[in-house]
């Protein structure tokens, strides 16, 4: 029996992905490294330090900084995207997402947050719903990046509720994997293209209905 659902932040709560896009293409543009939307998808999920390597990758500087120069372009990226998120409110919410949040509420089933971001606490504080979840594990103490388990593991830890009885829901592929390797069940939020692993899946969120994830296993 499944008690607990653990989601994913941004892409499937609210789509903060566009505020990460332009404060990397901002401090990409610093660095002389431009890239667009279809390269910012492969940040998605995506931890901050991985994040900055891959785009330094993109421009042929994974070498040209220092450990600590590195940790001062992630810390730069942050600060703007900080003050991006400062306007966020309810109105940024994904369509259906109260619903479905209230749905799994009204059966009965824990709800956790299994975010690669260190600011999810502010941003779901900010987005209204912090009573919704029982418990948020705060991105810093992670080690592992997506799509290694430990985040969703330690969600499931957090909520008192062993993996194989947690649904993970996500919209990046590395998070599928995530959920797997973890020993959930995987539902995606997204095309067919970037989540044929998932075990169930909806094109948007206003799709989410536990009734019909439940009878989909
Ligand atoms: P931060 P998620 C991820 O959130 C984002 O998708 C990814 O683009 C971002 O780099 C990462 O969080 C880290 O965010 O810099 O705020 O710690 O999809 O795991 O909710
Ligand atoms: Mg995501």
């Not at 421009?59 to 900080?82: I, M, P, R, S």
């Not at 029982?134 to 593991?153: C, G, M, N, R, Y």
Request: glycine fraction near 6%; hydrophobic fraction near 45%.
């Amino acid at each position: 029996t499944i008690e607990a659902v653990i989601f994913d932040l941004d892409g499937v709560i609210t789509d903060t992905a566009e505020y990460h896009y332009l404060a990397w293409k901002q401090l990409g543009e610093e660095l002389d490294i431009p890239f667009d939307r279809e390269f910012n998808e492969t940040l998605k999920g995506v931890s901050r330090t991985d994040s900055l390597e891959r785009i330094l990758i993109l421009g042929g500087k994974q070498d040209a900084f220092t450990a600590q120069e590195k940790e001062a372009l992630a810390t730069k990226k942050n600060d703007h995207y900080v003050t991006l998120i400062q306007h966020i409110s309810e109105q940024d919410l994904l369509p259906g997402i109260i619903a479905f949040l209230d749905e799994i509420r009204a059966t009965g089933l824990k709800i956790g947050m299994a975010s690669a971001s260190k600011n999810a606490l502010t941003v779901v504080e900010a987005l209204g719903v912090r009573h919704y979840f029982d418990d948020i594990v705060d991105a810093a103490t992670v080690a592992q990046s997506k799509p290694h388990p430990e985040v969703f593991l330690r969600a499931a830890e957090a909520l008192g509720v062993a993996p194989e009885r947690c649904i993970g829901v996500e919209d990046a592929a590395a998070g599928i994997t995530a959920i797997h390797a973890a020993g959930m069940y995987a539902v995606g939020v997204g095309p067919e293209t970037t989540l044929h692993e998932a075990d169930y899946r909806v094109d948007s969120t206003d799709l989410l209905s536990l009734e019909q994830i439940l009878a989909s296993r």
